[in-house]
C-alpha cells in the first residue's frame, strides 16, 4: 500500500472542524530579500502547535473499536507526541508515548497535560521504536509511527493542499524534513495540484541522512544528530516516504544551526510570529542561497512553533 492523492482528499475531510485551517503569511521584506512572492503556511497555528495533528487525527480516527479500547502508542521527540496524545484525548482512547529525556520541557509538559503516560529514554543509547514496539506486545496497544505510516502522511499531505487551495498555483513548495512524513504528504498533494513545481525538503546540515538517501538511491541510517532543530533529529528516512520522495521530489538541501536562527529571527521581529527552529529550515534554504526562488511563487510549510525556553534564550 503506498499514498494516493485520494486518500489526501479523505484525509481532508476527516479532519474538517476538528484541525484548524491554518493561515498563509506574506512578507513584503522577505520577498524583497528573495525576489520570491513567499507564502507560508502557518503550522505553528494548528492544534498542539505543529502540522502532526493532522496525521495523528487522521489515523486514529480509522481505529477499530477494538483499537480504541487498547489505546495507542507513539514515540516522538515532542510534537507527534502531542499530536497522539490531543488526538486520542478527543476521540476517547488512552495514549502512551515514549519520549527522549532531553525533549524540550514544554513539550514534554504539553504532552502529560493532553492526559498521555510518558515513558522516557536516552536518545543517545536507546532505540525508542524497540521501546514502543515492547510496550505494544505488552499492553496490545497499536503503534503510530510519527511519519513512516500511511494515515500519518496523507494526513499531513492537507497542509499542502489547503495552501495551494488557497493561494493558487506555485512553482516552488518547499517543507523541512525528519523521517519524512510531511514532504511526502506535501509532495504527493503537490504534485497532483501543481504538477509542474519543483519540490524540495531541508534536514539540519547535522543530520544529512535524508539528502544522502535521496542522492545515493537506498536509506542511509546516521547516529542521532546534534541540532537545534530536535524535531528533524531523524536517523533515517522512512520505508514508505522514501519511495514516495523519490518520486516526486526535486531535491534535499540543508541548513546549519545559525541559520536556523537567523531565519528563527527573521520569523519573530519581521513576520511576528514563532516559529520552532524545524519549521524554519525552509526559509533558512532560501536565505542560504541554497533554493533560487526569484521570479516565482513559492509555498512554504512553516512545520510548527512549539520552541524550547533554551532556545529562546539562544534567540534572546
Known amino acids: 500500500m503506498t499514498v494516493t492523492w485520494q486518500d489526501i482528499q479523505a484525509a481532508s475531510a ?17 520577498n524583497d530579500l528573495t525576489g520570491g512572492q513567499l507564502y507560508f503556511k502557518a503550522e505553528n497555528f494548528q492544534r498542539m502547535g505543529a502540522f502532526k495533528f493532522r496525521g495523528a487525527y487522521n489515523a486514529i480516527s480509522q481505529f477499530t473499536p477494538e483499537q480504541m479500547e487498547a489505546g495507542v502508542i507513539a514515540f516522538s521527540s515532542g510534537n507527534h507526541a502531542q499530536a497522539i496524545a490531543l488526538a486520542a484525548k478527543l476521540l476517547g482512547t488512552k495514549a502512551t508515548i ?26 543517545y543509547t536507546e532505540d525508542r521504536e524497540a521501546i514502543g514496539n515492547r510496550i505494544a506486545a505488552e499492553q496490545g496497544g497499536t503503534v503510530i509511527p510519527p511519519y513512516d505510516h500511511e494515515h500519518v502522511i496523507a494526513g499531513q499531505g492537507t497542509a ?5 487551495e488557497e493561494v493558487g498555483q506555485l512553482n516552488v513548495v518547499i517543507t523541512s524534513l525528519g523521517g519524512g512524513g510531511l514532504l511526502a504528504g506535501t509532495a504527493i498533494a503537490t504534485h497532483a495540484l501543481c504538477p509542474h513545481a ?41 520505508d514508505i516516504t522514501f519511495p514516495i520522495i523519490q518520486e516526486y521530489v526535486t531535491d534535499i538541501i540543508t541548513a546549519n544551526d545559525e541559520e536556523l536562527l537567523d531565519a528563527m529571527r527573521f520569523m519573530a521581529y519581521r513576520m511576528k510570529t514563532v516559529v520552532e527552529p524545524t519549521g524554519c529550515l525552509p526559509l533558512a534554504a532560501i536565505f542560504n542561497g541554497q533554493i533560487n526562488v526569484t521570479g516565482k511563487r513559492v509555498g512554504i510549510i512553516l512545520s510548527g512553533g512549539n520552541i524550547s525556553d533554551q532556545i529562546l534564550r539562544i534567540e534572546v
Do not use: C, W
Not at 499542502?160 to 495551494?164: D, G, N, P
Open 14 to 30: 476527516r479532519i474538517e472542524g476538528v484541525a484548524h485551517v491554518t493561515p498563509v503569511l506574506t512578507s513584503t521584506t522577505a
Open 98 to 123: 515514549v519520549m527522549p529525556q532531553d525533549a524540550p520541557p514544554n513539550k514534554l509538559a504539553a504532552t502529560r497535560g493532553y492526559g498521555a503516560e510518558v515513558v522516557l529514554y536516552d536518545r
Open 160 to 164: 499542502a493542499k489547503e495552501l495551494i
Open 198 to 238: 519543483a519540490i524540495y525538503g531541508v534536514e539540519p546540515e547535522a543530520g544529512n541522512d535524508g539528502q544522502r538517501s535521496f542522492r545515493s538511491g537506498e536509506i542511509v541510517t546516521i547516529e542521532t544528530p546534534k541540532t537545534i532543530a530536535d524535531g528533524a533529529q531523524t536517523l533515517h528516512l522512512g
